[in-house]
């Protein structure tokens, strides 16, 4: 068993209530940084769009929508996103747990129960182009850069999420 990872996703079966919640810490903790910033998650055919609004008392509040996206849904379902090793996931990059759809230096955010590593979308993209030519000579390492470029491409314009679970 490998390293599991890909865009953050539950299937239709889950209760909505369930997703929001568990997502809710980790978009506060952003919204704390950057209240303009949005980020979404999949939840069967629909997109939950997560962002801060600030109330009457200054105080940042979640606000979710949910919206239908086949598109997104059918990208998503065409992505492979086979396991990688500790070793494969170490040679590509530095243990970032969660890569997020806006630009930001590498940040800590913090909830209640961990602390997640991001990094951008756009630089894991970018940086993995960069090194393809390193990655020939390893086709299970080729193929698994080719993947999460694949993902950081369908997620950026939707502000999902990739995450990777060390």
Known sequence: MGICWGIVEYSAKYDREE??????P????????NPRRTLSVMHGEDR?????????DGQIELVTTATRDHVARARIDKLRCDDGTYDQFDLLFDGYEVF??????????????RSWQAWPL??????????MDEFAEDPD??????????????????????????
Request: charged fraction near 20%; hydrophobic fraction near 50%.
């Open 26 to 33: 980790f978009a506060l903790a952003v919204f704390a940084l």
């Open 100 to 113: 997020v759809p806006w630009r930001t230096i590498p940040v800590a955010i913090d909830t209640a129960t």
């Open 48 to 56: 939950i769009v997560f962002r801060g609004s600030r109330n009457g």
């Open 19 to 24: 997703v929001i919640g568990d997502w809710e």
């Open 122 to 131: 756009a630089h894991l993209e970018g940086s993995l182009w960069g090194r």
């Open 141 to 166: 390492l080729d193929k698994l850069a080719r993947q999460l470029i694949r993902a950081a491409a369908t997620a950026g314009p939707r502000n999902m999420l990739v995450t990777v679970s060390y």
